[in-house]
């Protein structure tokens, strides 16, 4: 139900995002989503990608700095107050949101969101026990091991 | 050491440079099974006819079993034991390329540079499946698949995660010994990273910036004093730490570095090559570890900060 999720550290290098992104193209990845953040000072780019084992081979092939991590996708009500909602059950279990972006150009009333927790498992269940649909790797159309 | 019944026959050495040719060319030299995967071409071709060339302090030539630029296809034919052999900073997605890779037998050693690359590998794989390795040779690239060897300090040191692994680590040092790579199972691993790093961190950055050697190095006071300094430096955190470096270790590492000869270490090696350096893993641990316990490392900052001006952008 988890996803692998790999982030780019930029490093603030002028032409990193560039990088990353072109060679991420040319190999005909896909991009499923992408956020990027700022810490300590440093981006990150975090995407989920179409083929992640690919995705690594170019990755390294660049020599970029990256890992790849476990996310997880739900999907809510696109209404006001649906992801508070959400969040007040993991809250309310004391599993805190490390980090966590919104998938665009979804439609149907839905919105998906992406998030890494404290305790991915825990949340999961938590969600799940709630009515709150989880997306996995198929749902994406991602390929996470090789072929 | 008692003997174990865990005996690998086939290995794979993730990293094709001179650290991981060196271990394919003994294990190769032994008999084994060796599979060799690097991401350029160029270094594996050679390893397969005519073979790996060591010269220096150990002098022969040995062909591996095959070659890989794929690390997936580790995988798809797995080997007993894989050897990680590359810079520090690649571990993460190399350790996430192996996860299909665990199971009964199989056992991953980061036989690398630096501070908790074996906690990194066991992020992904587990504490069972992963081994630390601490190595003492210095070699120098010559071309693929030639290696110079300017010292080879034997023994080195293997020492498992989990102590249910302990009969591996003490079967995998068996063959490594075997093959002339002389290893002995520990139980005091992480003590002597850190002893080798606080070496390693102390001479490799001042080497990348100042495009000297450690003969260079030693030899000129002004740039001997900030290698004592980030000596001090290191040997402070470690003891703040609770890690053993032992009660003569300053002497012993102002002992070591002065007889490390005309030697470019392989941070000045990958700043000449324009790699990407392993700093993060060995400075920048340093301060990492010194913050846990509130100790300023400012030699430490400075030096990380200006190989990390150096690296490839």
């Given amino acids: ?147 | 050491m008692e003997k174990s019944d865990y005996r690998p026959k086939k290995f794979a050495v993730i990293g094709a440079g001179p650290v991981g040719g060196i271990v394919a060319a003994f294990l190769s030299r032994g008999g084994y099974e060796v599979t060799l995967c690097d991401i350029v071409p160029a270094l594996l071709t050679p390893a397969l006819a005519p073979g790996i060339l060591l010269e220096g302090a150990d002098n022969f030539q040995a062909r591996v079993t095959r070659t890989t630029t794929n690390i997936d296809d580790l995988i798809n034919d797995p080997p007993d034991v894989i050897f990680i052999t590359v810079k520090a900073t690649a571990l993460p997605l190399i350790a996430s390329a192996l996860e299909g890779f665990v199971g009964p037998g199989r056992y991953v050693i980061s036989w690398q540079n630096g501070i908790d690359t074996e906690l990194e590998l066991a992020k992904h794989l587990g504490n069972k499946a992963v081994m630390r390795g601490v190595v003492n040779f210095g070699c120098v690239p010559l071309s693929p698949g030639h290696i110079r060897l300017a010292f080879h300090n034997r023994p080195h040191y293997l020492q498992e995660l989990d102590p249910e692994s302990k009969a591996a680590a003490e079967g995998i040092c068996q063959v490594l010994t075997e093959c002339g790579l002389d290893t002995l199972h520990t139980d005091q691993i992480t003590d002597m990273v850190w002893r080798k790093t606080v070496l390693n961190a102390c001479m490799n950055p001042i080497c990348a910036v100042a495009g000297m050697t450690m003969g260079e190095i030693i030899n000129d006071p002004v740039t001997f004093n900030l290698v004592d300094a980030l000596i001090k430096e290191g040997i402070a955190v470690a003891r703040f730490n609770e890690f053993s470096l032992g009660s003569n270790y300053y002497p012993y590492a102002i002992n070591y570095i002065k007889n490390a000869g005309n030697h470019k270490p392989s941070m000045l090696q990958d700043i000449e090559a324009k790699r990407r350096t392993e700093v993060d893993f060995i400075n920048g641990k340093i301060i990492k570890y010194g913050k846990q316990v509130g100790l300023p490392t400012p030699y430490n900052e400075m030096i990380r900060g200006l190989v990390k001006a150096l690296e490839p952008k």
């Fill in chain 1, 1 to 147: 139900m988890k996803l692998k999720q790999i982030s780019i550290f930029l490093e603030n290098s002028p032409g990193r995002l560039y990088a990353a992104t072109q060679a991420l193209g040319e190999a005909g990845l896909n991009l499923r989503s992408l956020s990027i953040s700022d810490i300590s000072g440093f981006g990150v780019l975090r995407v989920l990608v179409s083929d992640v084992a690919r995705a690594r081979q170019v990755i390294m092939a660049k020599q970029l700095p990256a890992r790849v991590d476990e996310v997880v996708a739900a999907e809510i009500d696109d209404t006001p107050g649906s992801l508070a909602r959400a969040l007040k059950v993991l809250m309310e279990s004391k599993v805190n949101v490390d980090y966590m972006y919104a998938l665009a150009g979804t439609s149907s009333g839905k919105a998906v969101m992406v998030f890494c927790f404290s305790d991915n498992d825990l949340a999961i269940k938590l969600l799940q026990e709630h009515k709150i649909k989880i997306l996995d790797a198929e749902s994406f159309g991602i390929l996470e091991g090789p072929v």
